[in-house]
């Protein structure tokens, strides 16, 4: 991705040098390994992608892609984060896929803010507790995965509602389902590769959905079991579960399995 970028901001730089600047671009980059230090990944994906610094910069996640813990406890990263803004790398820092625990770990002794958490949010994962936790805290939701009900979990309850609505409005249920997150509160993070989608994105911007139309979406997406569609597997919707800090939460598993990996008789087991 880094040296996509690069590729991309030097053409279009080239195209107008005197109005197309950084100044008129938000580009946000993230951090995935952070026990290799998050200020070396940052200055090397900088570097890859030909910038100077970021506009906002993210922890990819609390724990690993295979849902184990990182070495380095999550107040720890985040000091190193703060150092990032302290250095002129980026100009804001914040989170992605945070729990109320990790935030809450976060937040106990930082001295700059998580200006955002940015995590899947659409009709069947509306992440309600969270995003109020959030809203408390003064810190944005980012919603990824918007489109989830139409891409990755089609024929399901809230498609014939999308299937009104578009009749209703003349918006396709793309952006209905855009619009729906963006009345929740939340701002919205879609990719495409495509000019025409990217202009549907736009076009979210000059419609509203009534309180009825809102309401019926939401019920929709609650009729169906809640589904995270990224970063799911086995291991890690143990974790979306738990309500218990990263850290703790593995060393009560380690614990708890501590008996068998000893082959110890007659321990009582919960």
């Not at 989830?148 to 578009?166: A, C, E, I, N």
């Not at 009345?183 to 009534?210: A, C, E, P």
């Amino acid at each position: 991705n880094a040296k996509w970028l690069n590729t991309a901001l030097s053409k279009w730089y080239a195209d107008d040098r005197e109005h197309h600047t950084r100044e008129k671009l938000f580009i946000t980059g993230k951090v995935m390994k952070v026990d290799k230090g998050v200020e070396k990944v940052c200055r090397n994906s900088l570097k890859k992608s030909g910038l100077e610094y970021y506009d906002l910069f993210l922890i990819h996640a609390p724990f690993k892609k295979n849902a184990m813990p990182f070495k380095t406890p999550l107040s720890e990263v985040w000091a190193q984060m703060e150092d990032l803004v302290r250095k002129g790398l980026t100009k804001s820092i914040g989170v992605s896929n945070f729990r109320i625990q990790d935030m809450e770990e976060v937040l106990e002794n930082c001295s700059i803010r998580p200006s955002c958490n940015q995590i899947e949010c659409h009709p069947y994962l509306q992440q309600n507790e969270l995003r109020s936790y959030c809203k408390k805290e003064g810190i944005l939701v980012a919603a990824f995965g918007s489109l989830v009900p139409v891409t990755k979990l089609k024929h399901g309850p809230v498609d014939r509602v999308l299937k009104r609505l578009s009749e209703k409005t003349g918006k396709t249920p793309v952006q209905i389902l855009m619009r729906w997150n963006l009345q929740i509160g939340n701002v919205v993070v879609s990719t495409t590769s495509k000019l025409t989608r990217m202009k549907d994105y736009v076009d979210v911007l000059n419609f509203q959905l009534t309180e009825s139309d809102m309401k019926k979406i939401t019920e929709a997406g609650k009729a169906r079991k809640e589904k995270r569609t990224f970063w799911s597997n086995k291991n890690l919707d143990k974790l979306w579960a738990s309500t218990v800090k990263t850290s703790v939460f593995f060393m009560r598993k380690f614990y708890l399995r501590l008996p068998k990996v000893l082959n110890l008789k007659n321990y009582p087991e919960k």
